[in-house]
C-alpha cells in the first residue's frame, strides 16, 4: 500500500531522517522505492519492551538532570559527564520531531530523535542513545558487523547538533541493556544488566552522502537491484505485478 505523497519525497511532511540516511547506505534501491514510490519495506512488529527501557532510562537520567548531578552509571565508569538541561531536548528526543538541520546544498531537510544528552567538564555535548537486547551474556562492545547502524546512527546525531551551532565531543555513548536469560524463573521481572558503551565518532561521511542521496531522489527510475539485499527480490515480484 502506497503512503500518503505528502510523506514522500517533494511532500511537504517529507524529511530525511537518520534511519533514511541508514537505508540508502545499505540499500539505494529499496530507499528510492520508499521514499520516491512511497512502498515502504515490510516490517515486523514494534519491540514494546524497548520502548518500556528507552522510556524508563529517560525517566531516570531526568531525575539527575534537574539535581544537576552525575548518575551512577557515570560514576561506575569514571567519566566525566552529567545529564545536561537544554531548551530544545524534548523537542530533540521527540519520535517525529528531532534534531532538524537544513542541508541547503542540496534542500533535504535532515533530522533524527536522539535518545539523551549530556555535557562534560569542558562544556562539550555529548550523544547518548539507549540500546536494549536479551541474550545469554551482556552486550559490552559493539564489535559485530550490523553494529554499524548504529555507529552511524551516532556520528548522524553528531553531525546534526553540530550544525545547530553545538560544540560536541567525538567520544559518545551507548547505554546498552541486556535482559538476562539465566534465571530459573521469570517471577514476574526481568533483570537488566546495563554497559556504558564508549564510541569515537567521525561524521566527515554525512555531507558527501547527502549529495549521494539528493542524486538519487532525482532519478527517474529506480536504481539497479542490489545483489546483496533480500528486499529486491521482494521488490521486482511485486512491481511486476503492477506492470
Known sequence: MRRNALWN?????????????DLFLECPRCFYIDNKLGIKRVSGPPFSINVA???????EFDTYRVRGQQHPLQQAYGI????????????WRRNFGG?????????LMVSGAIDDLWINGNGEYIVVDYKATAKFEAVKTLDKGWH????????????????????????GY???CTGKMDKSAFD????????????????????????????????????AVCSQCEWCAYWNERMEAQV
Open 99 to 107: 534534531v532538524k538541520y537544513l542541508h541547503n546544498p542540496t534542500g
Open 188 to 223: 514476574k521481572h526481568i533483570d537488566f544488566d546495563v554497559h556504558l558503551i564508549a564510541y569515537t565518532g567521525n561524521d566527515s561521511w554525512v555531507e558527501s552522502v547527502l549529495y549521494k542521496i539528493k542524486k538519487c531522489l532525482e532519478l527517474e527510475v529506480a536504481p
Open 174 to 176: 551507548f547505554v546498552y
Open 53 to 59: 527501557v528507552d522510556y524508563l532510562l529517560k525517566q
Open 80 to 91: 566525566d559527564a552529567r545529564p545536561i538541561e537544554h531548551l530544545n531536548l524534548n523537542e
Open 148 to 171: 554499524i547502524g548504529y555507529k552511524r546512527q551516532m556520528e548522524v546525531y553528531q553531525w546534526l547538533l553540530r550544525k545547530n551551532g553545538l560544540r560536541v565531543a567525538s567520544v
Open 9 to 21: 519525497y517533494g511532500g511537504k511532511n517529507w524529511k530525511l531522517s537518520r534511519s533514511k540516511i
